[in-house]
């Protein structure tokens, strides 16, 4: 079974920086792509960034040029520099996992809390 450990959320001032880490474990095969997701209050689960095991990455527009998603595959762990926060970035966090094997699994972390106030 999967495992995900997410670990970097805090509370921080407007303009400030955090970076998220996730590692994964107990996975026998390759894990193909990992993202961070994240919810806000009353609002559903969007993507904010993910990256293949080859490197490409993709992002929501409202992170773009501030948040960075790098990965190390030899320790199966992802990160999120983010930078530039804003009060709109508050939200619980989530890491996925994706694995492809015959079929197409996907693991989900306990997510982590961003809280952006002054």
């Known amino acids: 079974q999967v495992q995900l450990a997410e670990s970097g959320g805090g509370l921080v001032q407007p303009g400030g920086s955090l970076r998220l880490s996730c590692e994964a474990s107990?996975?026998?095969?390759?894990?193909?792509?990992m993202g961070w997701y994240r919810q806000a209050p009353g609002k559903q689960r969007e993507l904010v960034a993910g990256?293949?095991?080859?490197?490409?990455?993709n992002y929501a527009d409202s992170v773009k040029g501030r948040f960075t998603i790098s990965r190390d595959n030899a320790e199966n762990t992802v990160y999120l520099q983010m930078n530039s926060l804003k009060p709109e970035d508050t939200a619980v966090y989530y890491c996925?996992?994706?694995?492809?094997?015959?079929?197409?699994?996907?693991?989900w972390g306990q997510g982590t809390q961003v809280t952006v106030s002054s």
């Open positions: 996925k996992a994706t694995i492809v094997t015959m079929t197409v699994s996907e693991y």
């Open positions: 990256i293949t095991r080859g490197g490409i990455t």
């Open positions: 107990g996975s026998k095969f390759s894990i193909y792509g």
